[in-house]
């Protein structure tokens, strides 16, 4: 496993190497001891699946609100999308900086994705599928969002944007009062 830092503090996007032979391949994709390497200690309690049937379909920008915060460590497994992450950590360097990258079957990459961030992706092909390894119970009453759109983010999207859920295409405007996620329990 290579964990290669994505430029905002704590996230990295995740190679990992299949073993062949003749029957196909084997690949590890959770190793408690590799993964300690970048300081996860976390236990994960949920496991998600989500399937997307269209290209350019765009679900996110989601986060849960400390203290119920959760790390993601998130893979393609059928398709290719691009996936983006937001750092609404508040004094953090990169505080409302996004990233995207490619996650497909084909390059089995993943990203792992501390507390403090929303995630969202847009489908680059039709008929998608994502696992999800989640560090925290699924909460509703405490779901946070911003728009895929928001103009304080401005995250450039590969294609127009398609089948937005009623939820993501409601989520508030940031504004400048917006002083983002308080993850360090500060005083
Ligand atoms: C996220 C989630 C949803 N649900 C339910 C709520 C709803 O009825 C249905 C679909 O939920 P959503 O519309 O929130 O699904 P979706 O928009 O795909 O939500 C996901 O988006 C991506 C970007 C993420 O990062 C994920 O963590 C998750 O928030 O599944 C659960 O039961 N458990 C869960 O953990």
Same mark, same amino acid.
């Given at each position: ?19 062949? &032979? ?145 939820? &993501? ?19």
């Amino acid at each position: 496993m290579k964990f290669i830092p994505t430029g905002l503090e704590g996230s990295y996007e995740i190679d990992i190497f299949p073993i062949e &032979d003749e029957r196909g391949w084997f690949v590890r994709t959770f190793c408690k001891n590799e993964f300690a390497e970048i300081g996860h200690s976390k236990e994960w309690v949920q496991m998600n699946h989500s399937f997307t049937n269209n290209a350019g379909t765009i679900r996110g920008m989601h986060y849960q609100q400390p203290p119920f915060s959760e790390i993601k460590l998130i893979r393609c497994i059928a398709g290719k999308v691009f996936d983006v992450i937001v750092d609404l950590r508040r004094n953090s360097e990169t505080f409302l900086k996004w990233i995207g990258i490619e996650l497909s079957a084909e390059n089995k990459r993943m990203i792992y994705i501390p507390e403090g961030f929303a995630h969202g992706f847009q489908t680059l092909t039709d008929d998608c599928q994502l696992i999800y390894n989640h560090s925290e119970y699924y909460k509703p009453g405490v779901e946070g969002g911003i728009k895929y759109d928001d103009k304080m983010v401005g995250i450039k999207w590969p294609l127009p944007a398609k089948n937005v859920s009623e939820r &993501d295409g409601n989520h508030p405007l940031l504004d400048k009062n917006f002083e983002g996620l308080n993850i360090y329990n500060e005083l």
